[in-house]
């Protein structure tokens, strides 16, 4: 069961969108109007309400890498989805440190992970919070009804979003299309099809409606845009080996004035919403509680981190000799547990110019989550069409190569021969993606959706058919009085 029974009752409090005060006063105490928190029934009567609840539906994708939810912060694909690949140690201070990514490393998940029972909770949070807009704000009068028809497109991107996080991890899971009421709590699984289904028709709706950022002032950064909405949509379509649709989104957003940036800055605080950044989730250190704990979380633990999620030597060995993206990666700090290689990509000071925290403690850093990247994108183009138009697909590959060589002699990351095809070109791309990505979150993913993990990843444990998905959190079915069922073999 979805606890959004607590969630919903909980949202009155919401101190992310429903800060406002509904108190006033007068000289005549007798006439004082009451005041209290907002609730559902006095709430959705304006467009400033409108722009507070989607700020709500927002916070759960923020919440899933800050400072304010340790456990989400532990749960995402930077932090707990590559453990156990061929990328990714654990890391920590010892083995068995951090139960939670240990049971990921040697794959055995239980069904009471601590980070599974996030990646349900927070996710379902967000999907409430977005069917609450969609919900509510289209019987909001708008004088700008512009700004009307964005907010509930957004909300579509985001639903689609939790959605996405949702499926990739348990497979089929319960598709909620509106705020339930008592008595509608307990929603059985769909299918992996029909949630992916209703993921892409939430995500046409957004790529239908939603304006460019390009068209947009500074201050829209941040906000889900067209360029997001056919990012996310290629990768929906990507997981399910929909190649046709991603020639076809990735054309669309290819027409779109994206840009290549330096690979170098792409993560430095320069390099925020960048001409390659396609999707970001802003964060800010300037105020406790409004930065992100990832930092933190992968960086040494002799400089101030917790030491997980630490690069293996197979990942080192991918690069190509003086590669600039493997400094721009990864740095060392000797001594310690685990491979004492860490990830450049989420680094304050000194690995990066990413000042330390000066607010709320040393888990409160200001450093954007890069979600969405041209490269990504001209990667998954090419992955698309490599074996019905090498020759473009090529082209894409070797754009990418090349913005990674910078002013280098044409020998560093040479571009790809013009001749691949087949199998050599296919394994160039997924060479690409793993250098280019490396550290991102994306190995488990990709290893799974291509069918290389039982190959890649059967000696450190994988077994096909059962790792590619996670357990159902046994609280979760506890709570629907055994409606929801578990994956197989958990």
Not at 31 to 46: L, Q, W
Request: aromatic fraction near 12%.
């Amino acid at each position: 069961m979805i606890r959004y029974r607590m969630i919903k009752n909980g949202l009155k409090s919401c101190s992310v969108a429903l800060v406002f005060a509904l108190s006033s006063c007068s000289k005549d105490y007798l006439e004082v109007e009451p005041s209290g928190e907002p609730t559902i029934a006095n709430f959705y009567k304006t467009p400033v309400d409108a722009e507070q609840a989607l700020t709500a539906a927002y916070s759960p994708m923020r919440e899933m890498y800050s400072r304010e939810n340790f456990g989400a912060a532990n749960a995402n694909d930077l932090v707990f989805g590559d453990v156990g690949t061929d990328d990714i140690l654990k890391g920590g201070a010892r083995v068995n440190d951090g139960p939670h990514l240990y049971e990921k490393e040697i794959f055995s998940l239980t069904t009471s992970n601590s980070a599974v029972e996030k990646l349900w909770q927070v996710n379902y949070k967000g999907v409430l919070y977005a069917n609450l807009v969609l919900e509510n704000v289209p019987l909001i009068e708008f004088d700008d009804e512009e700004r009307k028809k964005d907010i509930i497109a957004e909300a579509h991107f985001l639903r689609a979003y939790y959605y996405f996080d949702l499926v990739n991890t348990f497979g089929g899971v319960p598709i909620i299309d509106k705020p339930l009421e008592p008595g509608e709590y307990n929603v059985a699984r769909s299918s992996t099809e029909e949630t992916y289904n209703f993921i892409e028709e939430d995500l046409k709706k957004a790529i239908t409606e939603l304006p460019s950022r390009f068209d947009k002032g500074a201050d829209y950064l941040g906000h889900a845009d067209k360029g997001a909405a056919l990012g996310l949509m290629m990768r929906v379509a990507l997981y399910q080996n929909k190649m046709d649709q991603v020639k076809t989104y990735g054309e669309q957003l290819f027409e779109l004035p994206y840009v290549l940036a330096d690979y170098a800055t792409i993560f430095e605080p320069s390099g925020e919403w960048n001409t390659g950044s396609i999707f970001e989730v802003n964060f800010s250190s300037n105020s406790d509680k409004l930065g992100t704990l990832i930092p933190r979380m992968i960086g040494a633990r002799k400089k101030g981190g917790v030491g997980f999620s630490q690069i293996k030597e197979d990942l080192r060995n991918e690069f190509e000799p003086n590669d600039p993206r493997f400094d721009a990666s990864f740095y060392n700090v000797p001594g310690g547990y685990g491979t004492e290689w860490y990830i450049r990509k989420y680094s304050i000071a000194p690995f990066s110019e990413n000042p330390k925290p000066s607010v709320g403690g040393n888990g409160n850093s200001g450093n954007n989550i890069r979600i969405i990247r041209l490269s990504d994108a001209y990667l998954m183009y090419a992955e698309a069409i490599y074996d019905t138009d090498p020759t473009t697909a090529i082209g894409y590959v070797n754009k990418v190569r090349q913005r990674a060589r910078g002013d280098n002699d044409a020998s560093v990351v040479p571009d790809l021969d013009g001749s691949l095809s087949g199998q050599a070109l296919l394994d160039a791309i997924y060479h690409e993606r793993r250098v280019e990505l490396a550290g991102e979150g994306f190995r488990y993913h990709d290893l799974i959706r291509t069918d290389r993990a039982e190959a890649l990843l059967g000696p450190l444990g994988f077994k096909k058919g059962l790792h590619e998905i996670m357990p159902i959190p046994l609280s979760q079915i506890d709570l629907s009085q055994g409606v929801l069922t578990q994956n197989p073999g958990y």
